[in-house]
């Protein structure tokens, strides 16, 4: 059974008022005992000092005179307390005992016989406690005889019951006050969390806007829901986020597939020569592969959020790398009458996936020419760069072309996912609005970084920086 933070905040305030109240209680009872039996103890032997006063020691033995005081002094065992006294001699021969001592013996107590001072102790007579002092008679430096009072226990037992009944009233008093006082604690601290639970429990996609507001709450509960209304904002940017990002999935897979639906019904309106059939069958491929490089950049996406793309790093000379690939990215520029100008430092080795540094370089050439009406060359260089640590280097692949430029506010967003500029046209050539995305998204799996400058009409660079492996800090 799990108890609620409230409930326990109150059992544990409760019981921690009840064990320091029954502690403080023990210790003040404990007290009181010894008080109330040191009081008992001087009390009783200094009325039956006057007993001793009467004991003399003449010719060789210890004798008594009983006196008229001596009678008075017997009131003593007719009070409330009822007081017993025995007298005896140093061989314990009684000399005189109160009558109410009845058959009691002074024998059995030689335990207890002091030397010195006055001793007491607890003894039960006929089943009553009774509480007892006996001390020695002096004469002359010697000991003559020996005095036993005892008190029966009703006087402390009286004070001892008064003593508990007051405890007993003050812990219930007690349980009572640190009750009241837990609650209300229980429900300072409980109430502002049950507050952040409401509120919570309300944000939805219907309202992602609702927030914590909390008045005159303590720092921790501050800081709590400010981190918490923190979180719904990531959240209800997420959620935007998805939202935005099902919509444009949606769009961009509609389009081509409304394409494809509207050129198969109307090829299948009427009979069609066998060359008609292959020029639509070839505009209903051109339709498919772009849905499927639309599915391939998501999957390839997602992959990268779930953290399950498995990068398979190698050691890549750069110069090696340029001149297994060059080929490609030239002919990609030759289709545009663009020719590809390539430029890198020797020496340059990076720790990379081969097969994503080549989609990361295919992505930006292929956006350089497309985005190049003319016939304007693309430059690509490729150079070694220090570090701002100033220990370790990166290599710093520039791709710059002379095209059609971004304006500066579209250029913060072409990172985003199917964010395109000239939709029409970037659909003519065959754009997803991915490939910038996966370019990002590879440089940061390379624990490296992509920005992009451009100039509206003046042409666009692209800069990757992926950090260069050990070997390149020796040379
Ligand atoms: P796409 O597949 O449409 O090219 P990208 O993510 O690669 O998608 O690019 C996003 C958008 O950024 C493009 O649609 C284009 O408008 C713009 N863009 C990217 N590279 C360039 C460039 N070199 N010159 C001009 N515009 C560019």
């Given at each position: 059974m799990s108890l609620s933070l409230r409930t326990k905040f109150i059992l544990v305030f409760v019981f921690l008022g009840l064990f320091m109240a029954a502690a403080t209680s023990a210790v003040f009872y404990l007290s009181f005992d010894n008080l109330i039996r040191a009081k008992m103890k001087s009390d009783l032997a200094n009325e039956s000092q006057e007993f001793?006063?009467?004991?003399?020691?003449?010719?060789?033995?210890?004798?008594?005179?009983?006196?008229?005081?001596?009678q008075e002094l017997e009131h003593l065992k007719n009070s409330d307390y009822s007081r017993y006294i025995l007298v005896t001699d140093t061989a314990f021969t009684t000399l005189h005992k109160s009558e109410n001592l009845g058959r009691f013996e002074f024998q059995s107590f030689h335990k207890f016989l002091p030397t010195e001072a006055v001793e007491s102790y607890d003894i039960d007579m006929d089943s009553v406690k009774y509480f007892c002092?006996?001390?020695?008679?002096?004469?002359?430096?010697?000991?003559?005889?020996?005095?036993?009072?005892?008190?029966?226990?009703?006087?402390?037992?009286y004070f001892l019951e008064v003593f508990e009944r007051t405890i007993f009233i003050s812990l219930v008093v007690l349980i009572l006050i640190s009750f009241t006082?837990?609650?209300?604690?229980?429900?300072?601290?409980?109430?502002?969390?049950?507050?952040?639970?409401?509120?919570?429990?309300?944000?939805?996609?219907?309202?992602?806007?609702?927030?914590?507001?909390?008045?005159?709450?303590?720092?921790?509960?501050?800081n709590l829901s400010d981190s918490l209304n923190r979180l719904f904002d990531r959240l209800e940017k997420s959620f935007s986020q998805i939202n935005e990002f099902s919509s444009n999935v949606s769009h961009e897979l509609r389009t081509p597939l409304t394409v494809l639906r509207g050129n198969i019904e109307v090829s299948?309106?009427?009979?069609?020569?066998s060359e008609e059939y292959i020029e639509i069958l070839s505009g209903l491929l051109e339709e498919t592969l772009h849905v499927i490089r639309i599915v391939d950049d998501l999957l390839l996406l997602a992959r990268a959020d779930?953290?399950?793309?498995?990068?398979?790093?190698?050691?890549?000379?750069?110069?090696?790398?340029?001149?297994?690939?060059?080929?490609?990215?030239?002919?990609?520029?030759?289709?545009r009458k663009q020719t590809l100008r390539c430029e890198h430092e020797p020496g340059i080795v990076i720790e990379a996936d081969k097969?994503?540094?080549?989609?990361?370089?295919?992505?930006?050439?292929?956006?350089?020419?497309?985005?190049?009406?003319?016939?304007?060359?693309?430059?690509?260089?490729?150079?070694?760069?220090?570090?701002?640590?100033?220990?370790?280097?990166?290599?710093?692949?520039?791709?710059?072309?002379?095209?059609?430029?971004?304006?500066?506010?579209?250029?913060e967003h072409v990172f985003d996912r199917f964010y395109r500029v000239q939709k029409d046209r970037s659909r003519e050539t065959g754009g997803t609005g991915?490939?910038?995305?996966?370019?990002?998204?590879?440089?940061?799996?390379?624990?490296?970084?992509?920005?992009?400058?451009?100039?509206?009409?003046?042409?666009t660079s692209v800069t990757v920086r992926i950090p260069a492996t050990n070997n390149l800090e020796i040379r």
């Amino acid at each position: 059974m799990s108890l609620s933070l409230r409930t326990k905040f109150i059992l544990v305030f409760v019981f921690l008022g009840l064990f320091m109240a029954a502690a403080t209680s023990a210790v003040f009872y404990l007290s009181f005992d010894n008080l109330i039996r040191a009081k008992m103890k001087s009390d009783l032997a200094n009325e039956s000092q006057e007993f001793a006063d009467y004991v003399r020691y003449e010719k060789g033995r210890t004798i008594i005179e009983p006196s008229k005081e001596w009678q008075e002094l017997e009131h003593l065992k007719n009070s409330d307390y009822s007081r017993y006294i025995l007298v005896t001699d140093t061989a314990f021969t009684t000399l005189h005992k109160s009558e109410n001592l009845g058959r009691f013996e002074f024998q059995s107590f030689h335990k207890f016989l002091p030397t010195e001072a006055v001793e007491s102790y607890d003894i039960d007579m006929d089943s009553v406690k009774y509480f007892c002092v006996v001390f020695p008679i002096r004469k002359n430096e010697r000991i003559i005889g020996y005095v036993l009072a005892a008190e029966n226990y009703r006087r402390t037992a009286y004070f001892l019951e008064v003593f508990e009944r007051t405890i007993f009233i003050s812990l219930v008093v007690l349980i009572l006050i640190s009750f009241t006082v837990a609650v209300f604690f229980a429900n300072r601290v409980t109430r502002p969390l049950l507050a952040i639970q409401q509120v919570a429990g309300r944000i939805d996609l219907q309202s992602p806007g609702r927030r914590i507001e909390l008045k005159d709450s303590e720092k921790e509960i501050e800081n709590l829901s400010d981190s918490l209304n923190r979180l719904f904002d990531r959240l209800e940017k997420s959620f935007s986020q998805i939202n935005e990002f099902s919509s444009n999935v949606s769009h961009e897979l509609r389009t081509p597939l409304t394409v494809l639906r509207g050129n198969i019904e109307v090829s299948l309106t009427k009979d069609r020569t066998s060359e008609e059939y292959i020029e639509i069958l070839s505009g209903l491929l051109e339709e498919t592969l772009h849905v499927i490089r639309i599915v391939d950049d998501l999957l390839l996406l997602a992959r990268a959020d779930a953290k399950e793309l498995r990068i398979q790093t190698e050691p890549i000379h750069i110069e090696d790398f340029c001149l297994e690939f060059s080929k490609d990215w030239e002919m990609i520029c030759a289709m545009r009458k663009q020719t590809l100008r390539c430029e890198h430092e020797p020496g340059i080795v990076i720790e990379a996936d081969k097969n994503l540094l080549y989609q990361l370089f295919l992505n930006i050439i292929s956006n350089a020419s497309k985005f190049t009406a003319g016939t304007e060359p693309i430059d690509v260089s490729i150079k070694k760069q220090l570090a701002e640590n100033g220990k370790t280097y990166y290599a710093e692949i520039v791709v710059t072309d002379r095209g059609i430029g971004i304006s500066g506010e579209d250029s913060e967003h072409v990172f985003d996912r199917f964010y395109r500029v000239q939709k029409d046209r970037s659909r003519e050539t065959g754009g997803t609005g991915l490939g910038l995305s996966i370019c990002k998204m590879i440089a940061e799996l390379h624990h490296g970084t992509i920005s992009l400058k451009s100039k509206e009409g003046f042409g666009t660079s692209v800069t990757v920086r992926i950090p260069a492996t050990n070997n390149l800090e020796i040379r």
